[in-house]
């Protein structure tokens, strides 16, 4: 269900933002779309081997962060990584593992993958921080530049 939002959500922005956007943002949306409706065939199926292939692109998906500089697209991948830190402490699982897989800590939600996710939250936030602060200064140094009236000579 969260995925579907997403993807509604990934799907609006290309639609009313795309002109914006560079080549990673594009990809970005590209490589998730595509995951994603695969990921839904798999759910559907069960099956195990294109789930755990898929889990590792949902990881590349949110190292796009890295590289991409939009900030609307940027704050989904912090919600969809604070949501899945959410479901890690609450329920102590990962929804796309097997049981066998979740009782194995050496495959499923461990603490290197908790700390790692944590930390990489902090850098998302602070990347969304100073791309915001970026724009509100743009904007503010347009109006301030409009708002002067020129000197007579």
């Not at 759910?43 to 998906?61: F, G, M, N, P, T």
């Not at 890295?66 to 479901?87: D, E, R």
């Not at 402490?89 to 939600?109: E, F, H, K, P, W």
């Not at 603490?111 to 724009?135: A, D, E």
Request: with cysteine; charged share 10%.
């Amino acid at each position: 269900m969260v995925l579907l939002v997403l993807d509604a959500i990934i799907i609006y922005l290309w639609t009313s933002d795309s002109h914006t956007w560079g080549i990673w943002e594009r990809n970005f949306c590209t490589f998730s779309l595509v995951t994603h409706s695969l990921l839904y065939i798999a759910l559907y199926y069960e099956d195990r081997k294109w789930l755990d292939i898929l889990h590792v692109a949902v990881v590349i998906s949110v190292l796009y962060g890295f590289i991409i500089q939009n900030i609307p697209l940027l704050t989904i991948m912090l919600c969809f990584c604070v949501g899945v830190q959410i479901q890690w402490a609450c329920m102590n699982i990962c929804v796309l593992n097997s049981d066998a897989q979740n009782a194995n800590t050496r495959y499923g939600v461990n603490k290197l993958i908790v700390i790692f996710t944590l930390l990489y939250t902090c850098y998302l936030s602070f990347k969304l921080g100073r791309l915001s602060q970026t724009v509100i200064e743009s904007v503010a140094d347009k109006e301030l530049h409009h708002s002067i009236p020129p000197k007579n000579i």
